[in-house]
């Protein structure tokens, strides 16, 4: 416990060091939770970071770099709450992970009345690609990827029509949640993930940049600057609607 706590107060003092200008709290945000809040042209813009394999009601091996769905939860919820917090980025490298944690999150993302934009650096695989899709805005770098492909379940699995029953629903729901998200159609996005001609050792395909755009999976090639943009862009707007003085309701002669 002892060598836990003196190994966070380093990463802490690490963080100030290295970015003297933020507050230690922002500093504790980040080396705690990866996230952090800040200010962009006159707005407050929370950031969180979706790293790795998505931790869902299992624990994975330490050597793993992990998202734990129960720390990001909060995080959502807290940001859709603060009323001063203007909008939410949602920064994306992972390679998935349990399908349900995932949808949870990407669920909570799409419910959310504040702007949102996603950025897909590196890599949004498997479940990531329906957190990448949830924001109201997304972005994907040129130089990132996305893997889709059916549902799988390692272990052991009873050979019963059940299972494959349930193995169809289970994507239904994700494919049902990436359609009306997007602006790619049932039909493609299944062809997509029954591909067999791509992966060598699995079934599925693989998109770039440029390809998640064309295929209308994501909505913009970009970098940071352009997620930031948009977002700032979209927090303006939101504050335009809601300082708009009402309109007088007219009488019914």
């Known amino acids: 416990m002892k060598k836990d706590t003196a190994k966070r107060v380093r990463a802490e003092k690490d963080l100030e060091d290295q970015a003297p200008g933020q507050a230690p709290d922002q500093c504790r945000q980040i ?13 407050t813009i929370h950031c969180l970071t979706i790293i790795g394999q998505i931790e869902g009601h299992y624990i994975l091996p330490s050597q793993n770099k992990t998202t734990k769905y ?20 949602v920064l994306l490298n992972t390679v ?25 650096l590196g890599g949004g695989h498997s479940i990531g690609v329906p957190l990448a899709v949830a924001a109201k805005r997304s972005f994907i770098a040129e130089s990132a990827s996305m893997t889709i492909h059916p549902v799988r379940m390692n272990g052991l699995v009873l050979g019963i029509p059940q299972t494959l029953e349930y193995f169809q629903r289970m994507q239904d729901r994700i494919t049902n949640f990436v359609v009306q998200n997007s602006h790619i159609s049932r039909e493609r996005f299944t062809t997509l993930a029954m591909n067999t001609q791509e992966l060598v050792m699995d079934v599925g395909t693989v998109l770039d940049g440029p390809d998640a755009v064309e295929e209308g999976l994501i909505d913009s090639l970009g970098s940071l600057s352009d997620a930031m943009d948009c977002l700032t862009g979209m927090i303006g707007q939101e504050k335009k609607k809601r300082n708009r003085p009402a309109q007088p309701r007219k009488r019914a002669k």
Do not use: C, F, N
């Not at 129960?70 to 980025?89: R, Y």
């Open 70 to 89: 129960e720390h990001v939860i909060p995080q959502i919820v807290a940001v859709e709450e603060d009323p001063q917090i203007d909008g939410l980025l």
């Open 96 to 120: 998935g992970g349990d399908v349900e944690a995932g949808l949870a999150l990407a669920e909570l993302v799409a419910g959310m009345k504040k702007p949102t934009v996603s950025l897909v």
């Open 31 to 43: 080396a705690e939770s990866g996230s952090v809040t800040t200010r962009v042209g006159g707005h």
